[in-house]
């Protein structure tokens, strides 16, 4: 549960769900300078083969995990940076989510809200404390024993159904240690950029949508999001 060119615009409906040869064209993320004003421009698409490979060699999915290749989509979706750039990021999430996904982080990037990076963790190599250093959101993670903090079966985040946001700003109480991670600094200081609070916007969006904060309570997990424990589709 734990964190330039100047080029016309195509206009695209918020969310796009893309299939045949446009499957080969999700993996590259290349930095987005935009001359007219940006938008999120999500799409939904399936797991290309190289990347699910990249997955499973790095121990982010594993034999015993939730699901497989065709239970999870990529959501790919623009961000603003704390560089203050518009940035590509991609979310490894499950089939029955992913619209929602895109919708809402078509949401967060309407309200402007800061993103520091957005890669699957696969990245990081399924390293969740990597992740979380980088300040990196991402979503969908099988963890290995010694980072997991539920059975695989019941994981929101094994399950693609969870998303942590900006791990820095937004750190979690690790019960092993009862202390913050990555960082204790934002667990007292709950102001800043790209810090999530439950009066702000993005925390009202997820949880107009059925999603649930973790961030309340005597061990508050700022960074996450999920539909549910154990992992389930939202309530609607």
Known sequence: MRRS???AVLVLAPTLVLTGAARSQA?????QHVAAKPKAHAVVLPVPAKEWSRIRSTGTWRKGCPGGRTSFRR???NFHGFDKVVHRGALIVNKDVASDVAKLMTKVFDQGFPIRRMHPIEDYRGDDNKS?????????????AGQANAPARDSPHANGRAIDINPWENPWVDP??????PDHR???KRTGRGVL????AVVKAFRAQGWI????GKAPDFQHFDTGYPSRKPAR
Do not use: H, I, Q
């Open 5 to 7: 060119f100047a080029a």
């Open 27 to 31: 993996v590259p993320l290349p930095m």
């Open 75 to 77: 959501v790919e979706v």
């Open 132 to 144: 979380m250093a980088a300040d990196n959101t991402s979503a969908m993670n099988c963890r290995n």
């Open 176 to 181: 092993r240690c009862g202390c913050f991670r």
């Open 186 to 188: 934002y667990g007292y």
């Open 197 to 200: 609070t439950a009066k702000g």
């Open 213 to 216: 904060w973790r961030g309340t």
